[in-house]
């Protein structure tokens, strides 16, 4: 069974910054990996989804990187709207897997 | 518009049953994998069960196995998760998902039922 883990737990910054998130699988994924944004009381968001394409209507301001086992999703300059929580998730191998997720507060 | 809208969430006491639904609409429903995804309050998303179009592949966690069955209708699009022997730790928000055409994604998701299992 794959772990997702991810870094920070926790990540405040304020408009305008760059904000990167980590995560790391416990074996290799090649690029099936995927990130979703979530915000209180909604369902989650898929924002990229095979490690580097964003999905339909996403910002280009959010884009993901990497391959193997290390994946970093990125949002260049953060807007007030970012805030929530985000996770990765993995199916290259059945059972799919999530991350713990990784909180953005915005300053 | 792709929708999905997931229904059949209530308070239930342990060892109880409960049938959630998720209804679909906007796509071809007989070619898509469906998908649950739960949370519990406060947690993190957990995938519960995945069902493949023709319904032949199915898959469960580990912690629902032999309790929760999925299964769908393709006539009516929609995808049932049964829920037998219901314990506290069941207790989330339930959510069904559809499958991204190309990429191993959930792009669409219901707005979620939540369950709860107390006495």
């Known amino acids: 069974e794959i772990v997702l883990t991810q870094s920070p737990g926790t990540l405040s910054l304020s408009p305008g910054e760059r904000a990167t998130l980590s995560c790391r699988a416990s074996?290799?994924?090649?690029?099936?990996l995927a990130w979703y944004q979530q915000k209180p009381g909604q369902a989650p968001r898929l924002l990229i989804y095979?490690?580097?394409n964003r999905d339909t209507g996403i910002p280009t301001r959010f884009s993901g990187s990497g391959s193997g086992t290390d994946f970093t999703l990125t949002i260049s300059s953060l807007e007030p709207e970012d805030f929530g929580i985000y996770y990765c998730?993995?199916?290259?191998?059945?059972?799919?897997?999530f991350g713990q997720g990784t909180r953005l507060e915005i300053k | 518009e792709v929708q999905l809208l997931d229904s059949g969430g209530g308070l239930v006491q342990p060892g109880g049953s409960l049938r959630l639904s998720c209804a679909a609409s906007?796509?071809?429903?007989?070619?898509?994998?469906m998908t649950w995804v739960r949370q519990a309050p406060g947690k993190g998303l957990e995938w519960v069960s995945s069902?493949?179009?023709?319904?032949?592949?199915?898959y469960y966690a580990d912690s629902v196995k032999g309790r929760f069955t999925i299964s769908r209708d393709n006539s009516k699009n929609t995808v049932f998760l049964q829920m037998n022997n219901l314990r506290a730790e069941d207790t989330a928000v339930y959510y069904c998902?559809?499958?991204?055409?190309?990429?191993?994604?959930?792009?669409?998701w219901g707005r979620g039922t939540m369950v709860t299992v107390s006495s």
């Open positions: 998902a559809k499958d991204r055409y190309s990429g191993a994604a959930f792009d669409v």
């Open positions: 906007g796509f071809t429903f007989s070619s898509y994998v």
């Open positions: 069902i493949f179009g023709n319904g032949d592949s199915i």
């Open positions: 074996q290799s994924l090649s690029t099936y």
């Open positions: 095979d490690a580097s």
């Open positions: 998730q993995q199916r290259y191998k059945w059972p799919p897997a």
